[in-house]
C-alpha cells in the first residue's frame, strides 16, 4: 500500500512495535552500551589478578671513554642488549580483589539499569501504540457520527418539507452536521500527529507511513494481587540494581581499606641481558639466563589519602543503602498504585461496553419517536451527542486498560 511521498504503508503488531523502537531508541541503546562497558569493566579487572606476561627488547649505546663501562658509570658496557621474557604476578593484592568484586557488581548494576530502560521502552511504545490505535477507532467513531448526522439531516428535511417539522429542527440537524465534520476533521489531524510522535520511535524516518494492527478486541487477563507481588518481588529491575549498587560500594570501600595492607608480588625474567646479542660470550660464559624476584610492599605514610578514600567509600555505602530503602518502599507504593489502576480500568470494560450497546439503542428509538414525533429534535441530538462520548469512551478504556497492564510490568516483567 502506498502511502505519503509514495512510501510503502506498514501495517505493525505490537510485537513488531517493540522490536523496532529496541534498534532505534536511543535512551535503550545507551543503557545496553553502558551494560557492555560495565562487563569489559569487569573482564579487565579479572585479568589484574592474573599473572602478565610480556616481551621486553631494548639495545643501550653508551659512549665510550676507554674503560670497560663507558661515559656512564651505572651501564656496565659501552654495547648492552636486552631480549627478555618478563613474568609478573600478584601473589597479595586485597585491593584488586576487591576491585573485581566490585566490577562484577557493577556490571549487575548497569544490567538491572539497562532492564529498567527496557521496561520503560516497553511501556513507553504500548502508550504510544494504543494511543494510535485509539486515534484510529475515534476516527471511525466519527465517521459513523458523521454518517448518523447525515441522516438526520435527510429526516429533517424531508420531515420540514412534508410540514411534519419545523424549520428550525432542520437548522438544528445541519448545526449538528457541520460539528461532526468537524469532529472527524480533528479526528484525523489527531492520527496524523499521534503517528508522527509515535513514527519517531520507531523510524530514522519519522515520516514513513504505518499503522497499527487493532487487537483491543482480546483483553488479557489481571494476574491475582498476590501473584504480581511475588512476581515484582522475584524480578524488579529497581531493586536489582539498588542492591548491586549497594554491593559496589562495599567492595569500593574494601578497595580503599586495602591500601593500608601490604601487597606481595613477583617478576620472573628468562632472556639476554648482556654486552653482546649472543647465547654465549668472548669468554664462552653463557648470556642467556633467569632471574626471579619478589617485591613486599609496605604503606607507610600518604599524608591520610588512603583515610580520606575509606571514609569517601563509607559515605557512598551509606547513601547507596539509603537509596535502596527508598527503592523499596517506592516498589510497594508503585505495585499498589499500578495494581489499582489496572483493576479499576478493566472492571469498567464491561459497564463501558454496555454503556455504548444501550446508547446505540437509545438513539435508535428516539429517531423512531421524532420521526413519529413524539420527541423534539433536541433529544434526537442529544442522544447522538451521548453514542459519540460512549463509543469514544469504550475505546478509552480498553486503551487505559492495556495501558495499566504496561506500567504494572515495568515492575514485574511480562506476564
Not at 61 to 72: A, E, I, K, L
Not at 140 to 146: C, E, G, R, V, Y
Not at 299 to 304: F, L
Request: aromatic share 8%; glycine share 6%.
Amino acid at each position: 500500500m502506498a502511502g505519503l511521498f509514495g512510501q510503502t504503508t506498514l501495517t505493525l503488531s505490537l510485537d513488531e512495535a517493540q522490536a523496532r523502537a529496541r534498534k532505534v531508541a536511543q535512551q535503550y541503546q545507551s543503557a545496553a552500551i553502558t551494560a557492555e562497558l560495565a562487563h569489559e569493566d569487569r573482564v579487565q579487572a579479572k585479568a589484574a589478578l592474573l599473572p602478565t606476561v610480556n616481551w621486553f627488547n631494548q639495545y643501550i649505546y653508551t659512549q665510550g671513554n676507554g674503560t670497560p663501562s663507558g661515559v656512564f658509570v651505572p651501564n656496565d658496557g659501552v654495547h648492552i642488549y636486552s631480549n627478555q621474557a618478563l613474568v609478573h604476578g600478584d601473589i597479595l593484592a586485597p585491593g584488586k580483589r576487591a576491585d573485581y568484586q566490585r566490577a562484577i557488581a557493577a556490571e549487575a548494576a548497569a544490567r538491572a539499569k539497562a532492564d529498567i530502560a527496557a521496561r520503560g521502552l516497553a511501556a513507553t511504545v504500548v502508550q504510544d501504540y494504543y494511543g494510535l490505535l485509539a486515534a484510529q477507532r475515534k476516527y471511525a467513531n466519527a465517521q459513523q457520527s458523521l454518517k448518523e448526522a447525515r441522516e438526520f439531516a435527510d429526516i429533517t428535511r424531508k420531515l420540514e418539507a412534508g410540514g411534519e417539522a419545523a424549520h428550525s429542527d432542520a437548522v438544528k440537524a445541519e448545526i449538528q452536521l457541520a460539528q461532526r465534520e468537524r469532529d472527524a476533521q480533528d479526528a484525523q489531524l489527531a492520527i496524523e500527529r499521534t503517528r508522527i510522535g509515535f513514527g519517531v520511535l520507531l523510524f530514522t524516518d519519522y515520516t514513513q507511513e504505518f499503522s497499527v494492527e487493532d487487537n483491543l478486541g482480546t483483553v488479557p487477563v489481571l494476574p491475582e494481587r498476590a501473584q504480581v507481588q511475588e512476581m515484582a518481588g522475584r524480578n524488579n529491575p529497581d531493586m536489582r540494581a539498588a542492591q548491586a549498587t549497594v554491593r559496589q560500594q562495599e567492595y569500593e570501600l574494601k578497595s580503599a581499606r586495602a591500601a593500608y595492607f601490604p601487597t606481595l608480588s613477583f617478576d620472573y625474567f628468562y632472556g639476554i641481558d648482556a654486552n653482546q646479542y649472543a647465547i654465549w660470550d668472548r669468554e664462552h660464559s653463557r648470556n642467556l639466563g633467569s632471574v626471579a624476584q619478589g617485591t613486599l610492599t609496605i604503606p607507610v605514610w600518604n599524608w591520610g589519602a588512603t583515610r580520606s578514600k575509606v571514609r569517601q567509600g563509607e559515605l557512598r555505602l551509606q547513601q547507596a543503602r539509603l537509596d535502596l530503602s527508598l527503592a523499596q518502599r517506592q516498589l510497594l507504593a508503585n505495585l499498589e498504585a499500578f495494581y489499582l489502576e489496572a483493576q479499576a480500568a478493566n472492571a469498567q470494560i464491561d459497564s463501558l461496553r454496555r454503556s455504548a450497546e444501550l446508547a446505540a439503542e437509545s438513539l435508535r428509538l428516539t429517531l423512531l419517536r421524532y420521526e413519529a414525533g413524539e420527541v423534539t429534535v433536541l433529544e434526537v441530538v442529544d442522544a447522538q451527542s451521548t453514542l459519540a462520548q460512549a463509543r469514544n469512551a469504550h475505546d478509552d478504556g480498553l486503551v487505559r486498560y492495556r495501558v495499566g497492564l504496561a506500567e504494572l510490568q515495568t515492575l514485574t516483567g511480562v506476564f
